[in-house]
């Protein structure tokens, strides 16, 4: 096998079609640390649809990614707010992770080059070694 073809398989086992997943973000901040709990339904890497489910403050804010556009629902406010511009280099909910970190979905073929160095033994099984 050839690093390019290890590598998408790597996407396929990791990148589904369709996929849906709940997940948590742990929050640090200066004082104290919050997680904040969503559920996430994606299709391909074009869409993709998120809601928040915990803590209270952020339950029920939605977000849905369509191609490069992003909009996000706020129940507070009741309101949609299409994220687009210097708006996608902003914070994400607090965290480290900005909106443009949260859409990008490349392929890992994309983002690596890699070459094949052996591989070894571990447990039985047999893994490649790659840099």
Do not use: C
């Not at 369509?66 to 708006?87: A, C, E, F, N």
């Not at 480290?96 to 070894?120: C, F, H, K, Q």
């Amino acid at each position: 096998m050839s690093v390019q073809e290890i590598i998408q398989a790597m996407d396929n086992n990791l990148n589904a079609k369709s996929r849906v997943l709940t997940s948590k973000m742990i929050v640090h901040g200066r004082r104290s640390s919050r997680t904040i709990e969503s559920k996430n339904w994606v299709v391909g890497i074009d869409k993709a649809f998120t809601e928040y489910l915990s803590p209270p403050r952020e339950k029920g804010t939605k977000m849905l990614k369509l191609g490069d556009k992003l909009w996000t629902y706020s129940p507070q406010t009741d309101r949609v707010i299409q994220i687009s511009g210097h708006m996608l280099r902003q914070s994400v909910m607090g965290s480290d992770m900005s909106y443009n970190d949260m859409m990008e979905d490349r392929p890992l073929i994309e983002l690596y080059e890699a070459t094949l160095e052996g591989s070894v033994e571990i447990d039985g099984r047999s893994h490649w070694i790659m840099l």
